[in-house]
């Protein structure tokens, strides 16, 4: 299998892993459940043969940081023909989802609690028909920038593991990131941005479900801009 880049993953770029203890609950179902879900199976990162993984045949995506894993969820159910990847270093969403997961009896998500690079560099090349990257964190000051997920180096990786045809969505509040990605896509050539009228980055994926942090960028005054890119 042709895998992605695998050089040492640099620089954390996300921000806590931790917040509340988890409840007795949440912490028992996590720990039942969650290294049977793990994308590289309880152990280390290691190549990923997504037919291994899933008991059926199905379009391969990917969501980073799903947060508390509401979006994830509803496109797994909504879905169940396709194949979905969650990837979030928060533990607490983390148990959410694995929580989510065991209650809803779901076969076709598979999770990894940490870094979405490593996941990026361990998929095999054109293996995913859809990546999302939904209100990745701002990093609104200047010295953090180098912290924001998409870069070109994960623009890249992302291109690489996307099949010809398939497509990157990325949702973000802020002006700033909007703009960021679209002049760091440019260095990626495998990545067309797919924009036929003025005004279409304001209008919502197909299916929308919405995510939890949207709502609250809504509830704060705050525009979406939803950007789609094709992989040549
Ligand atoms: C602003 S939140 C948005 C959460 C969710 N997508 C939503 O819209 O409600 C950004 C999420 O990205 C996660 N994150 C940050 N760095 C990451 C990385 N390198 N890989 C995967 N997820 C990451 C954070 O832990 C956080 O949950």
Request: glycine share 10%.
């Amino acid at each position: 299998m042709d895998q992605g880049p695998k050089e040492q993953i640099g620089k954390t770029l996300y921000g806590r892993r931790k917040g509340k203890p988890l409840r007795a609950h949440l912490a028992q179902t996590y720990q039942e459940h969650y290294a049977r879900l793990d994308i590289f199976g309880g152990m280390g990162p290691k190549p990923i043969d997504p037919v291994a993984l899933f008991d059926q045949a199905g379009d391969l995506v990917l969501e980073v940081g799903f947060g508390g894993g509401e979006h994830l969820l509803a496109r797994a159910l909504e879905d169940p023909n396709s194949n979905f990847l969650g990837v979030e270093p928060f533990e607490n969403g983390m148990a959410k989802m694995v929580r989510a997961v065991v209650a809803h009896n779901l076969t076709n998500i598979r999770l990894h609690e940490g870094d979405a690079r490593e996941v990026l560099a361990h998929l095999p090349k054109g293996s995913l028909a859809r990546a999302m990257v939904l209100y990745p964190d701002p990093w609104p000051k200047l010295r953090h920038h180098k912290r924001r997920f998409l870069q070109e180096d994960t623009l890249g990786a992302i291109a690489h593991c996307l099949r010809p045809g398939g497509l990157l969505q990325v949702a973000s509040d802020i002006p700033d990131y909007i703009s960021w990605v679209l002049r760091h896509q440019l260095h990626v050539p495998e990545l067309s941005w797919q924009v036929d009228h003025a005004g279409c980055w304001h209008e919502a994926f197909p299916g929308w479900p919405g995510t939890r942090y949207e709502a609250k960028a809504l509830r704060d005054g705050r525009k979406p801009c939803y950007l789609t890119f094709q992989r040549r």
